[in-house]
């Protein structure tokens, strides 16, 4: 569930097994660490547990992943559950154990799929609660990069649960909320009175809006267009209000700014292109002139992938007055992701 990550059902109770299994899946970053630790531990799970228990063990764990209820309705690529079940399949034959008909019946189902240019990922919260995304199963489709979750929205996301009175009956505006994964976790943890989410390229704001319904939500009346998705069954929310605007960095006003009434403004992997930044920049400097009562709290998340264009960033934000500071990290992982120490979240002080 998720990219790379299968967890048990809440409720599963078998030997109290929680496993983070994490294989390759095409044409995406992978994460060598969780992957040789999961790999290992699977492996010590099945070496410790009798030869009869083993079977038991694996069909288990096949049955709080790619048959779990969630990934049966919402079905992450192909490609990746072949490559799951593949290395599952390769696990269970190093044992003794009895073969397990199912693993390969599974298998056998997938390889007769056709592929899609597009696949779902859930991420499970605290609570047991999903966030479903249908998301493309490429890097870069129809011309962006804006339509799959990165991993500093996931690191955004899961500082945001440990400090939730940041967001808190505040409106809330989101830059670049992509396929809106950051964004629903905090709708959903966090409680805000009104999130504003936000993009510009059509395709992004289209799937935005039919993952914002997938989730359950529901969008006020005058936005534009909502495509339909399908709903979340099961829980019922107190909904903040929602909102979809498409804001474009470079011509927006100070006075659209002003009419958002924002009090906390956030971003996540919105610092990769010099071009792009400029822009940001530009459009965070309308931001401290438009509100001289009470300026909003601005965080931003981002993926240090060229120094040069990190420190680009940081020096026009001294260049417009804008001052920062680096958040300590934060200590709850939630959801799987690059754990290597290039994913930083700044405090804007506008």
Known sequence: LGTGEVSPAPQSTHRDVVLHV????????????????????????????????????????????????????????????????????????STAADPLDELYDALARILNEEESAHCYKSYLLPSGEPVTLSESVAIISQGTTGLITWDAALQLAEWATENPAVFTNRTVLELGSGVGFTGLVICKTCNPKTYIFSDYHHCVLKQLTENIHLNGFTLEPETTNPAQGQEAEGKEYQQPKLV????????????????????????????????????????????????????????????????DTYHMFQAELDKAGIRWQIIPAHSNSIFLHDTQPNVTILQLFI
């Open 244 to 307: 979809v605007a498409e804001l474009d960095w470079g011509s927006v006003t100070e006075e659209q700014l002003l009419a958002l009434q924002a009090d906390v403004v956030i971003a996540a992997d919105v610092i990769y292109d010099p071009e792009i930044t400029l822009s940001l920049t530009g459009m965070l400097q309308k931001f401290s002139t438009s509100r001289a009562d009470r300026k909003p709290e601005v965080y931003i998340a981002l993926t240090v992938r060229n120094l």
């Open 22 to 93: 994490v294989v390759e899946e095409p044409g995406r970053d992978q994460h060598p660490q969780q992957e040789e630790a999961a790999a290992l531990e699977l492996e010590q799970q099945l070496r410790a547990a009798p030869e009869r228990s083993q079977s038991s063990l694996l069909a288990d764990i096949l049955h709080q992943t790619v048959l779990h209820p969630l990934c049966v309705r919402y079905p992450p690529s192909a490609a990746y559950r072949r490559c799951f079940l593949t290395e599952l399949i390769k696990k269970h034959e």
